[in-house]
């Protein structure tokens, strides 16, 4: 039996796209105990992941800090791994290999650095979309690859009946009206026209809900719909999954919440402007699709209905 290692630290949309290759990675070591390295957000989620054997804290402070990284690195090395998996493919995690594995090939250390198709840079490796590195990674490196371009995000949901039964939700409808303050491009701004149109020409059937971030629950009071608390604080990670997983549908901004529906297998659409494409996050799957339009702001309300109104019959 050995130590196997994924390295995989967030964000929220690309821990829901992950779950695909982490499975692939566990299903190919069978008899082998895997390790996550993960960040605080992200760490007692991956605690319940049911391919992962336990689960590593990076704090993931300055790189100049030295006695943490030498603990961090002390701390690894202490599992002997027989071979990483680098899913965050980022400059941190590949200044890791170079105190840990510095002479590595893909053998030892998988990463897009390691595996890279030769005659491509990783700047053209990195137009292709996620899901298709990270396949063509893991196929690289031996993994036979069965969930990877199909993540399930379903293992991370929990029990919100209590919640649920407060809010007395039934049939609802959940938006994501929010994005990062420094990522403003992503929003779009009609929620609340959406929410006006949704209740007069669906005669009320559906509650119209949603389930801010703890940074967002006061820009939530702008939102003409109900807001889902837990005792005032916001969802965790695996209450929010339910609620999307239990909802009629799901209209967001291209978040974290948006990826995790897709990967729930709900059903719903994400808005998209011009900063980045569909086909690139991998983001459309069976029930959950995306509208793009040259910039937000031109992008109709009635358009947006339309398409709610196709998908939901």
């Known amino acids: ?15 829901a796209q992950a779950c695909g290759a982490i499975q692939d990675i566990s299903e190919n070591h069978k008899g082998d105990e895997i390790y996550l390295l993960t960040t605080k957000p992200y760490f007692d989620l991956f605690k319940k992941n049911p ?20 603990s961090l690195m002390k701390n690894i090395k202490k599992y002997s791994f027989s071979k990483v998996y680098d899913l ?32 491509t840079t990783k700047e053209d490796f990195d137009k292709d979309s996620v899901l298709s590195r990270f396949d063509y990674q893991l196929k690289s490196s031996g993994i036979n690859t069965n969930h990877t371009l199909n993540p399930d995000f379903s293992w991370s949901t929990t029990d919100i009946s209590q919640i649920k039964n ?4 039934d049939k609802y409808i959940l938006l994501f009206p929010f994005c990062s303050p420094h990522l403003t491009s992503k929003k779009w701004p009609y ?44 969802l965790d990670i695996s209450q929010l999954a339910t609620l999307i997983k239990d ?3 799901v209209i967001a901004n291209d978040t974290g919440p ?3 529906t897709a990967h729930l297998g709900s059903k719903g659409i994400a808005l998209f402007g011009s900063h980045t494409t569909p086909f690139k996050v991998s983001i459309e799957r069976e029930n959950f699709k995306a509208i793009q339009a040259p910039e937000l702001s031109k992008l109709s309300v009635e358009k947006v209905f339309e398409r709610l109104s196709e998908i939901i019959s």
């Open 191 to 234: 929620y609340n026209d959406l929410i006006a149109m949704i209740n007069e020409k669906s005669d009320n059937k559906f509650k119209v809900v949603i389930a801010p971030g703890p940074s967002e629950i006061k820009e939530a009071s702008n939102i003409n719909a109900l807001c889902v608390l837990d005792n005032g604080k916001a």
């Open 166 to 169: 407060y809010h007395q939700l």
């Open 51 to 70: 391919h992962i054997s336990d689960v590593i804290l990076d704090k993931r402070l300055s790189r100049l800090n030295l006695i943490y990284l030498y």
């Open 258 to 260: 948006a990826h995790m």
């Open 88 to 119: 965050q493919n980022s400059s941190r995690t590949a200044f890791y290999k170079k105190i840990l594995f510095p002479k590595a090939t893909k053998d030892t250390w998988s990463s897009t650095e390691t595996t890279l198709p030769e005659g």
């Open 247 to 249: 909802s009629s549908f």
């Open 1 to 15: 039996m050995s130590n196997i290692l994924i390295i995989k630290h967030g964000s929220l949309g690309d821990i």
